[in-house]
């Protein structure tokens, strides 16, 4: 059995204490946390703490926090030598304390705190500094997630950028269309089986070969239309950009 | 029993012609195309035909050929007071030829080729002159379909529109996210869990409250490292509008 304690109770924090509270393997030993009341629901209120000093030593310290407070919470915990990871996709290993042995657990998931995950299907990416750590690492993941990889600081932040385009951005694009519905008195539902079945094809159609639309055919008509019919300058500027992007990229091919 | 035609052999003819194919309620009687081949494995040879004179009367000759071709295909047809409509998304009903009867049929979707749709989800967005005429496209649709709403030109404009944002350009930041890891040593896979649950969020959340990410967070730190992590600057261009627009999105709240 291998011994975590979670420091943080955001969502990626909440999200994991509830998938390793299931888990044989794994025994959840603290939770610290500022917010107690986020994370009474799923731990004893004698695990929750609020003072570093009161962390007994485990296997592995998980620190899911901010990006901007890792380093400096990796500085308080009262230990050395210890397996310390962060998970964030963005914060480089090197941004935790030297005094301990550093390492990644990076879940690549968007989490929403009212929204439940199926823990088992999120890859994680992990990175440690030798092969101990490694496997501890892989041991704990392999726990929760049947999809792991190992990936370094380097591939981590060209991965984080990536989860930004084809899940920030495009959840953004999501609201742009219940916007223009909502104006147009048309009910946002119509657009879920297009957008379900545009996150389907790329499963088995590379996301260049599922490319339809006005754009990709240089349907200058359709474009002209669409871009007389949006008053929103902010849409106007999106349909622009991306119109564009798609055209240079079929004179690429 | 319900006749039907289709004119043109692009996705979305293809698509109708199998969907069509498999119901008792619905005679395809013929497909008109330039391209028998299209379309060989899905009909009969004498059912095939490239010469407007060749065709029958039928209850009902859906255009499903590009919009720019709508208005000339629908004058070509050797009939008066027939039921004509197209299948476009940003095409008026009025750009089909007085001679028949109007309207519109169409299925919200994005079709490929290569890649079968289950026609049962896929909302079907009718429009006619009449109440007998929307009568036989609503029989025709639900024959196909589940989902069916009755949607004006004005309206069926902006849905398409709002698809071009949750679809076309969608998959064009899954390419880039593709891109993003190719160029990285990543493999593509590692996104996809993401990019589902993206896409599921918002059948239970609304895409305001299913944003996550640095820009939503407005964590200038973040997207700062990003953008110096990227070198495209089309892809940089992207990043910064889509992130100021998410921005300036949470100040509205």
Not at 15 to 31: D, S, T
Not at 99 to 106: D, E, I, L
Not at 153 to 160: C, D, G, M
Not at 162 to 169: D, I, P, T, Y
């Amino acid at each position: 059995m291998i011994q975590v304690t979670i420091i943080g109770s955001g969502n990626v924090a909440l999200h994991l204490i509830k998938a390793f509270k299931k888990k044989a393997e794994i025994e959840l030993v603290q939770v610290f946390s500022r917010k107690p009341e986020t994370v009474i629901d799923f731990v004893n209120s004698d695990q929750i703490i609020a003072d570093y000093n009161l962390l007994h030593p485990v296997d592995l310290f998980i620190i899911a926090v901010s990006d901007d407070a890792i380093a400096s919470v990796s500085n308080q915990i009262p230990f050395q030598n210890q397996l310390v990871v962060h998970t964030s996709g963005s914060v480089n290993i090197g941004a935790l304390k030297d005094k301990n042995r550093k390492g990644v657990f990076y879940p690549l998931q968007t989490f929403s705190k009212s929204k439940a995950v199926d823990f088992k299907i999120i890859p994680i990416c992990l990175e440690a500094e030798n092969k101990n750590d490694y496997k501890t690492l892989e041991t704990v993941a392999k726990s929760i997630s049947e999809v792991i990889y190992h990936v370094n600081s380097e591939q981590r932040k060209a991965l984080h950028v990536a989860a930004v385009f084809v899940s920030n951005f495009v959840n953004h694009l999501y609201q742009m269309g219940n916007e223009i519905c909502t104006e147009n008195h048309l009910s946002f539902d119509i657009l879920k089986p297009l957008i379900q079945e545009t996150a389907n094809k790329i499963l088995t159609l590379s996301p260049k070969e599922a490319q339809t639309g006005p754009a990709k055919r240089n349907d200058t008509q359709t474009i002209n239309s669409h871009l007389s019919f949006l008053t929103d300058e902010n849409q106007k500027e999106i349909y622009k950009l991306l119109t564009k992007s798609i055209i240079d990229h079929g004179k690429k091919l």
